[in-house]
């Protein structure tokens, strides 16, 4: 088992005095990101990877600080759920529907107890389906040419949109955008300067964190200067009873059974293109719905209602992580954040990375399994420290997200040319979310672009430029078929999904996990 | 009527990245695929998706009223003249000032703005340039 044996070596890695001390850091920031409304697991790890990167953190801690976050956010996310019935993230959506009326009748700490429970029970159970199969993908990812390569993208940008996109048509345009974004500056291959209209802060490309930046947390402080004195704007305290926190063992072995079969369900979720972890979760509560409701009191504070869509989505957090490690092709938002940091650091995610940085790879993975057992401790015993974090109104944290964004971005660069092309991105992501664009596909292309057309140049170069060589190998036709398949299924089947997901949908919803 | 005004701006802006790209000098050292064609493909995904979304619309989306739209306007002016005037300023001044207007605008009582900017902007200098050590800008004053 060769796995084990890395796993073993990660241990060791990870076990450090710094390296512990930053999961535990991520743990705390994530769970408290999460927790608050407004700032989920992408924004989250969007500011602070402007600020990992200028603290000079090297690329193995770096990492583990942010997938601290990234574990830390989803467990987060359930608290404002269960409590404020506002999710405090787009995954934690479903567990509003029995988190909160359990909340009402009083055993709102019993909810919170049983969702960190299940929580942990996904989250484990995925990291160690990270531990099998992502060295199985890259044995696959190995057989990769560039036309495969190739064809990988389009896959990824063609599913982006996932099976209950809105719009596939602004889904493609928002890749477009972000693609278009990422061939500003001089060309990689030939030398010569695209796009930059004669400005030199431009020949160096646009920096992918400052889009992020700007496109995921300024974004978000615009959402709600336009949202002011709504009830979404106000930090509504509500009733804050939270009743006893350990819950009977009743209640969890109860739920046992029910745990295990949503974390396969999320995992598996996760790990395939264009589902993420919200629809992990919805999967994850429909299926269990059908399955075990026979009173029919899903909905009214049955406990698996909890349970199910914890366990889910944070199975899927750790799916998801599946195919950014092991092809570098991010399926959901906030992995793409995280494909960002690595990018940053000058590691290229992918089967290499497997084999040049296993140090980086399996201290993370270990990392994981540490995060998860600091968030277990967390947010069982201290869960009433995270509730007070929500008295914490929107029209301080806001200015407080903006600011840290100016921070971090300033760091890097210290240039102002940069922080107003952050506002400008800032400004383009409201008008986009306005407008139902999703985010991510932007994103990923400015991430992406850049790997993508050096692909499809270096396929060429190869078949000395004879097109059909994209086309030419069983693997690179199977990768093709899937992404038309991906990009046209919404189209048909989509209306579907979304009406039993539309129970209740923010109106910008947009950024997802 | 939003989409087909966006899918107009994003067509428009679809033909003048072509046009851009075929503007693109070429040099000396050249592959098959060269560094024209990539943006082009790009384009015209970029095209045909704004002509779907100008064609077949989505419902209208909630836009602010004026005086949102006017708040928000405003809000990134303040943002564009704190990161022109960072470097000039310093980081405490220029973050004080900047989020009590933006709490301001949040919400805050006028004055509880001033010490909450104050608060934020000190707070921040404290954990980032005290405790870990970031480089953050320097006004006149070494702050």
Not at chain 1, 12 to 27: P, R
Not at chain 1, 70 to 88: K, Q, T
Not at chain 1, 426 to 443: A, E, N, S, T
Not at chain 2, 95 to 120: H, N
Request: charged letters at 10%; glycine letters at 12%.
């Amino acid at each position: 088992m060769d796995a084990l044996s890395s796993l073993a070596d990660g241990f060791v890695i990870a076990f450090s005095l710094e390296n512990l001390f930053l999961a535990l850091l991520g743990c705390l920031l994530g769970t408290i990101m999460g927790a608050l409304p407004g700032l989920g697991p992408s924004n989250g790890v969007a500011i602070l990877i402007p600020l990992a990167f200028t603290l000079g953190l090297p690329a193995g801690p770096a990492m583990i600080l942010l997938v601290s976050v990234y574990y830390g956010a989803m467990y987060g996310g359930r608290i404002s759920s269960i409590l404020l019935n506002i999710p405090g993230d787009e995954p934690a959506l479903m567990t509003t529907l029995d988190g909160y009326p359990m909340a009402q009748q009083g055993r709102a700490g019993e909810a919170l107890a049983l969702s960190g429970v299940s929580s942990f029970v996904g989250a484990f159970l995925a990291t160690w389906g990270l531990v099998f199969l992502a060295p199985l993908l890259v044995q696959i990812a190995l057989l990769f040419g560039p036309a495969e390569y190739f064809a990988l993208f389009v896959l990824a940008f063609a599913t982006l949109g996932g099976i209950a996109s809105r719009n596939q048509a602004k889904a493609a345009f928002a890749a477009a955008v972000g693609l278009g974004i990422s061939t500003v500056g001089v060309d990689g291959q030939t030398g010569v300067p695209r796009f930059t209209f004669g400005e030199v802060h431009l020949y160096d490309g646009i920096d992918f964190l400052v889009a992020i930046v700007g496109l995921f947390a300024l974004s978000e402080v615009f959402i709600f200067l336009e949202h002011r004195g709504e009830e979404r704007g106000d930090g509504k305290p509500g009733k804050m009873e939270i009743g006893r926190i350990v819950p009977p063992w009743g209640l969890i072995s109860g739920c046992i059974p029910t745990m295990l079969r949503t974390s396969v369900l999320g995992f598996v979720a996760g790990v395939l293109p264009g589902a993420g972890a919200s629809l992990g979760s919805f999967l994850a509560y429909s299926t269990e719905k059908r399955m075990v409701d026979r009173k029919a009191t899903f909905g009214t504070g049955d406990p698996r209602g909890v349970a199910a869509p914890e366990a889910g989505n944070n199975a899927a957090a750790g799916g998801a992580l599946v195919p950014m490690l092991a092809l570098g092709v991010p399926g959901s938002g906030t992995t793409a954040v995280l494909l960002a940091m690595l990018l940053a650091l000058n590691i290229t995610p992918g089967p290499l990375l497997f084999q040049n940085n296993p140090d980086v790879v399996w201290g993370l993975i270990a990392a994981l399994f540490i995060g998860n057992f600091m968030l277990l401790l967390m947010n069982i015993p201290l869960v009433g420290l995270f509730t007070r974090v929500l008295l914490v109104p929107p029209r301080i944290l806001m200015p407080i997200v903006a600011m840290i964004s100016f921070v971090g971005i300033y760091g890097i660069s210290g240039s102002s040319f940069d922080l107003l092309m952050m506002v400008a991105f800032g400004v383009m992501g409201w008008v986009l979310r306005k407008l139902d664009v999703p985010l991510v596909p932007v994103i990923l292309g400015v991430l992406l672009g850049n790997m993508m057309e050096a692909n499809l140049r270096r396929a060429m170069t190869i078949s000395d430029g004879d097109w059909t060589a994209l086309f030419a190998s069983p693997l690179s036709i199977i990768l093709w078929t899937i992404a038309v398949v991906g990009f046209v299924l919404p189209i048909l089947v989509g209306p579907m999904i979304r009406r039993r997901m539309a129970m209740r949908r923010d109106e910008e919803g947009a950024v997802q996990d | 009527m939003s989409d087909r005004v966006f899918g107009g701006i994003g067509l428009a802006l679809a033909v003048f990245f072509i046009w851009q790209a075929t503007l693109i000098e070429l040099s000396f050292i050249t592959d098959p695929v060269g560094p024209r064609i990539f943006p082009i493909i790009i384009g015209i995904v970029l095209g045909l998706s704004s002509l779907v979304v100008l064609l077949r619309p989505d419902p209208e989306p909630h836009w602010p009223a004026a005086r949102r739209l006017f708040e928000i306007a405003v809000a990134v002016a303040v943002m564009v003249a704190y990161a022109e005037l960072l470097p000039e300023v310093g980081f405490v001044i220029a973050t004080a000032v900047a989020s009590a207007f933006l709490t301001w605008r949040l919400g805050t009582t006028p004055l509880w703005s001033v010490v909450t900017g104050v608060s934020i902007s000190v707070g921040i200098y404290v954990v980032f340039r005290l405790i870990l050590g970031l480089s953050l800008a320097r006004g006149p004053l070494g702050f």
